[in-house]
């Protein structure tokens, strides 16, 4: 039998559950950090150029690689070794080195890449170790079994990150980090058996933030729908009252389409604070939302600036444009001016046909 260090041997720690490797005559065993390699004598000769590169790249991991790439640099390992046990003997020994060098030169550069992922240990206690990417993203690492109150709070931190990968799709890094570093701490926190309750009080008031920024999130794009819209009609109208100033008719038209639609923007502006918003939203859905609200405004506009001047309703008697513009606004701005003003001349209809 050979050994990864022939000067102490350390069979008798090692049991059969720590066998992490077994290809051929050859076996790997890890218990925590340390590990240890056995090989029969028939693989001699492939184990001289084999085990000096794959011990190497184990000391390489053990010190240079975060813990929680150890698992997936140690699976990219155990497949060079296994292409490199499958070399055909009967070659020459030139091509034997050829083919076990060739067998561990993509698993040196997922390695060095490994090594050089940016992370940054933000939380850690004796279960766990909690690492946060460049862009914000959590990444952990198991050192042993979870408790029961750990399992509880990690189900519940998984939870609380999908809800933020829905929810705040386009929240900014620094906002993210934060909230992912509260995150972290309540989930090491949590196996202090006397912190399993503050710490999930401290993950619901999470997820409410998440939550109520998600709401302010969706109001401000409605908010800026709602403007870019505004903007986009105002000119049309202009470039309408302009063209066709020969026709009064239009005019008055285009001055309660106007007015309609500012005194939509005014309210929508006003209510934004308690506009109620579906969180799962699209932006074509918000957007349709935005542009519904202001055609209510704009048709509102329109209908009382012809009840206005078809004269039908005797309180409305206006003799210029301010005027017109004004009573626009207050139709655009208040959803029931103009129903409550159509639903008093459908009743004083009724009451004449009586």
Not at 48 to 71: C, K, L, R, T
Not at 184 to 213: D, F, G, P, V
Not at 288 to 301: D, K, N, V
Request: glycine content about 2%.
């Amino acid at each position: 039998m050979n050994t990864l260090n022939e000067d102490f041997d350390k069979r008798a720690f090692f049991e059969s559950d720590d066998l992490v490797f077994m290809f051929k005559d050859v076996k790997i065993y890890q218990k925590d950090q340390t590990r240890y390699w056995e090989w029969d004598r028939d693989v001699d000769l492939l184990m001289q150029y084999i085990h000096p590169i794959a011990g190497s790249s184990e000391a390489f991991i053990q010190n240079q690689v975060f813990d929680i790439y150890h698992d997936k640099c140690y699976r990219a390992l155990h497949k060079s070794i296994m292409a490199a046990l499958s070399v055909d003997e009967s070659q020459t020994l030139e091509a034997i080195k050829e083919h076990i060098s060739q067998a561990f030169s993509d698993t040196d550069k997922f390695i060095q890449k490994m090594s050089a992922s940016k992370l940054r240990i933000i939380a850690e206690n004796s279960e766990l170790i909690v690492y946060m990417q460049k862009n914000g993203d959590l990444e952990w690492h198991f050192k042993k079994k979870l408790s029961d109150n750990t399992k509880i709070i990690f189900a519940e931190v998984q939870n609380i990150l999908t809800l933020t990968r829905v929810l705040l799709r386009n929240t900014n890094r620094k906002y993210k980090q934060l909230l992912n570093t509260n995150l972290a701490t309540a989930l090491t926190n949590s196996t202090y058996i006397n912190n399993l309750e503050h710490s999930l009080k401290h993950l619901k008031e999470i997820e409410e933030t998440i939550r109520e920024r998600a709401t302010s999130h969706a109001r401000f794009e409605i908010m800026y729908f709602t403007i870019y819209l505004t903007f986009f009609i105002l000119s049309f109208s202009i470039l309408l009252y302009s063209t066709y100033d020969e026709i009064a008719v239009l005019h008055s038209l285009t001055i309660g389409l106007v007015s309609g639609t500012v005194g939509a923007l005014v309210s929508i502006i006003q209510r934004n604070d308690t506009i109620v918003v579906d969180l799962l939203s699209s932006r074509t859905r918000l957007l349709t939302e935005a542009l519904s609200r202001l055609l209510l405004g704009m048709i509102f506009g329109i209908l009382v600036t012809l009840l206005i001047k078809s004269e039908i309703i005797s309180l409305l008697q206006v003799n210029n444009n301010y005027a017109l513009c004004i009573f626009g606004i207050i139709a655009g701005f208040s959803e029931r001016f103009v129903p409550d003003y159509l639903e008093k001349i459908s009743n004083q209809n009724n009451s004449d046909i009586n």
